[in-house]
């Protein structure tokens, strides 16, 4: 471009950036005018003056964008490929069925989980029964409709086996394995560890079963893996465990569960790289996956096993927004200055895990100062960003955090206040609310007053 296309911009001051300890060393990252006004198209202080604030905005677009290329990107190399949409990460109606319209399958973790995928209408067969808890009605029911079932822990396969005997079936299983990449924390308390000999001896076990089958193998190894290495060695263990528990022809793998863990565009707190350096690209573990697997499997005989995805937060995170206003600014003993806002960790509980990118909806005059955001709990811990450079910030402002779309809107609290409603942006560009804010009766539906009890002013 030309310097004469460029727009012009307005005379500013020049400012200094104070060093702070905590700064890193590629400093603070400022951008002036790196505002939201926008949302597919809708403006976002319309969307705020009409729903009220705070607003949870979701982009119907964006997420059947990333679940095609996510799943894309795996196709690419392998195939089939199935993607279980983890309920956990977000479990809005309208967003698990956006997610099933695109073909994903439910993976669900908990009897209210697998309830919800049924009550909107996925069938038992295509829902992944995961979690540690799986209780004996709702293992009854999902043995039943044929859902797959993980096994996490002895006492659940002996359950499962119980059930089988009086359903007059053999069930087929997956078991959940456990181990050390290397690369990250092993998660060791979900299923059986292979290091240990245990999960090889938790299989002789089931071979020897009538009432079960093992059809599968599934880990999960963390969330937001930064390292495709990390999920390139999962599956190479994988493979090899089950290369060895096929080696006697007493079982068959037809399914390969390699959980989440896919990262999003999100800055984790303690990496001071942006987001846009720091997390590769989801093509590099396609990639890291699939190669793995074709050398893992390339010994093999038998049919190339579904690979199934459980990707949560790469999928759903940068699809929903929250927008928030100022309710007050103040500055604090050490100089910062500060803000509140109507919306806190009570909507945002991954804040306590995240720098949330956050960027006003319209450009303000003033040289950028580190600023505190604050939510409206009485909490010491209701803090949205501990500093973010941002222009001295009014009451009214408006700041849109994203992206917020991974375990907020279903890991977020009723405490003090009304969880705001979610307003989903069509592809069209119409919008409508797809969760109500919360009211009083909703909150008081499940409270009960004894006789004695139902006027505050009588004592008995
Ligand atoms: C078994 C399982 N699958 C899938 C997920 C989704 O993970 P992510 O959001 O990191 O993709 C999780 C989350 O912890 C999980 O425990």
Partial sequence: MSQDSEPRRGWEPPYIIPHRYDNSKFGRRIARDNCCHHIDGVDVEYLLSRYGSPLFIASERRLRDNVRRVRN?????????????????????????????????????????????????????????????????????????????????????????????????TVPITMRLNFNTGYTDPWNRFGFNLESGQAHSVVTRIKRSTQVRLTGLHSHIGTFILE??????????????????????????????????????????GIYLPPEQAVPAIDDFGEAVCTALSKGLAQRTAPPPLLFIESGRAVVDDAISLASTVVGTKQLPDGRAAAVLDAGINTMLTALWYHHPVKLTKPKPGNPVDTVLYGPLCMNIDVMRHSVYLPPLAVGDQLVFNPVGAYNNSQWLQFIEYRPPILLIHLDGECSIIREAETLPDLCRHDRLPAHLTSPGHVP
């Fill in 73 to 169: 990107i795996f196709e690419r190399h392998y195939q089939p490929v199935i993607h279980g949409w983890s309920y956990k990460t977000n479990y809005t109606s309208a967003i698990c069925n956006i997610l099933h319209q695109e073909g994903s399958w439910a993976e669900v973790v908990s009897a209210f989980e697998y309830e919800k995928a049924r009550h909107l209408g996925v069938p038992g067969n295509r829902i992944i029964f995961n979690g540690p808890n799986k209780g004996r009605a709702i293992l009854e029911r999902a043995i039943h409709e044929g859902a797959r079932l993980h096994i996490d822990h002895i006492d659940e396969l002996e359950l499962i086996e119980t059930i089988a005997k009086e359903q007059n079936k």
């Fill in 228 to 269: 495709p290495r990390a999920m390139s060695e999962q599956v190479r263990l994988m493979c090899q465990f089950m290369q060895e528990i096929e080696a006697d022809g007493k079982c068959t793998i037809d399914a390969l569960d390699i959980g989440g863990g896919l990262p999003s565009r999100n800055a984790l707190q």
